[in-house]
């Protein structure tokens, strides 16, 4: 069963420094290809491993050793998968990154209890954060897409599936409740009028920048950036891939000195100043004036929901209007489908709340999370025990295909190693 989950691991792991390894110097873990490996990099990915897994870094620092060890390994295999999708010019929407870039830092703040905290165990501003991680949710994407295209192909066979349970039932974990769920996720988006209010002020502010007002100052008073507006809505210097697209675009077309027009992204209205040009990076100063959703903004979101239910009771196929409406880029296209889970590890307590009042077939009144308006339909619940073939076939073949799955990803990424130059420094390997 060790191969069972040996797929690339999706960890998005904060490339700033820890605030309990601040006092050491980095240095290289590895190179791959013209890939670099710090060994801060591990540091972090191993921490943000123990996060998850719930290890206490300080007093277990034997285990958080051996974590670093295999972290180590997965960034191998990550980067060898990253520079084939750079080749096979894999591309992952601005949308997609910014909205699992929410959900993982939601997540933290949860593990850990409140965006300061958050900050504290990354011994880095909330600001910075987001930038180190976007970049790395965006790699992440770019191997998941690149592994999914490969492993597509690759079936398996009833015979495969009762090979694979008669090989490893005695190491099979007993099941716990678990449920297969599908869902529609509206965001609730700001309307016309939220929208013009913004622009307005915007466009005041930007007037007061022409007629030759500080922008650090104006900055500090009217920007809705906190990570930025203290520090004169200076955000440092930043690479293409760090921001979204639209901000990028006009940043770096932007000469020292100058400011922009007005510019419109997913967060709301900026104006941009180009501080300094230094090679391939830029230090740009901005404000920010959120479209923030009105009650009404919110109503209008519960209302088509609901419409988008009563469709599905009157016989419109579930699947089919995920795929038309869902705002949720990773499973939409999948018609909503979010697979299984067990009833007690469904991170956010709306849906558990939801979920266990559902019979098999029953599509749930709209619910909020932080993420917008759901409904959720329940495929299928499955009660807790000892594994059988017959009862738990499509667990089985999910675990047998996942096995089967792996084990090519493993033999593909050995066959990409051919073609790179990779080399594990030896402090590492001890």
């Known amino acids: 069963m060790k191969r069972l989950f040996v797929l690339v691991v999706t960890v998005f792991v904060c490339s700033t420094t820890l605030a309990w390894?601040?006092?050491?110097?980095?240095?290289?873990?590895?190179?791959?290809?013209?890939?670099?490996?710090?060994?801060?990099?591990?540091?972090?990915?191993?921490?943000?491993?123990?996060?998850?897994?719930?290890?206490?870094?300080?007093?277990?620092?034997?285990?958080?050793?051996?974590?670093?060890?295999?972290?180590?390994?997965?960034?191998?295999?990550?980067?060898?998968?990253?520079?084939?999708?750079?080749?096979?010019?894999?591309?992952?929407?601005?949308?997609?990154?910014?909205?699992?870039?929410?959900?993982?830092?939601?997540?933290?703040?949860?593990?850990?209890?409140?965006?300061?905290?958050?900050?504290?165990?990354?011994?880095?501003?909330?600001?910075k954060i987001k930038r180190r991680v976007r970049k790395e949710i965006r790699e992440h994407l770019m191997v998941e897409k690149l592994q999914q295209q490969k492993l597509q192909e690759v079936k398996i066979t009833r015979q495969e599936v009762e090979q694979f349970y008669q090989t490893n039932r005695d190491s099979l974990p007993e099941l716990k409740e678990s449920v297969e769920i599908s869902h529609i996720l509206l965001q609730v988006t700001p309307g016309a009028e939220s929208k013009q209010q913004a622009r307005e002020k915007i466009a005041g502010i930007l007037e007061r920048l022409r007629s030759g007002e500080d922008f650090a100052e104006l900055a500090r008073q009217y920007s809705e950036d906190p990570g930025s507006a203290a520090k004169g809505g200076e955000l440092g210097f930043i690479q293409r891939g760090d921001f979204v697209k639209d901000f990028e675009e006009k940043a770096f077309a932007l000469q020292p000195g100058q400011i922009s027009d007005i510019v419109e992204t997913q967060f709301g209205f900026h104006i941009i100043q180009m501080l300094e040009r230094r090679g391939e990076k830029i230090?740009?100063?901005?404000?920010?004036?959120?479209?923030?959703?009105?009650?009404?903004?919110?109503?209008?979101?519960?209302?088509?929901?609901?419409?988008?239910?009563?469709?599905?009771?009157?016989?419109?196929?579930?699947?089919?209007?995920?795929?038309?409406?869902?705002?949720?880029?990773?499973?939409?296209?999948?018609?909503?489908?979010?697979?299984?889970?067990?009833?007690?590890?469904?991170?956010?307590?709306?849906?558990?709340?939801?979920?266990?009042?559902?019979?098999?077939g029953e599509i749930s009144q709209p619910f909020r999370t932080r993420f917008g308006y759901h409904i959720v339909k329940l495929l299928n619940r499955r009660e807790g025990g000892k594994l059988s073939l017959q009862r738990d076939w499509e667990q089985i073949e999910q675990w047998a295909l996942m096995d089967k799955r792996s084990r090519a990803m493993q033999k593909w990424v050995e066959e990409l190693k051919k073609n790179l130059y990779i080399e594990i420094k030896d402090e590492i390997k001890e």
């Open 283 to 360: 230090n740009v100063r901005h404000i920010l004036i959120r479209t923030r959703p009105t009650k009404a903004d919110e109503e209008r979101t519960l209302k088509l929901l609901l419409a988008i239910r009563d469709s599905c009771l009157a016989g419109a196929d579930f699947a089919e209007m995920a795929k038309r409406y869902s705002n949720d880029e990773t499973t939409a296209d999948k018609g909503g489908y979010l697979g299984w889970f067990e009833v007690e590890k469904l991170q956010l307590p709306e849906f558990k709340s939801v979920v266990k009042e559902l019979k098999i």
């Open 21 to 127: 390894s601040q006092q050491l110097l980095d240095g290289i873990a590895a190179i791959v290809g013209d890939e670099i490996i710090l060994e801060s990099e591990v540091a972090q990915y191993a921490a943000t491993l123990a996060l998850q897994m719930k290890l206490d870094i300080q007093n277990e620092p034997q285990k958080f050793n051996e974590l670093q060890k295999n972290s180590l390994q997965n960034l191998i295999v990550q980067k060898i998968l990253l520079t084939k999708a750079r080749e096979d010019t894999i591309v992952v929407e601005d949308s997609q990154v910014e909205q699992v870039l929410e959900q993982q830092i939601n997540q933290w703040i949860q593990q850990i209890g409140s965006e300061r905290k958050v900050e504290e165990y990354f011994g880095s501003s909330m600001n």
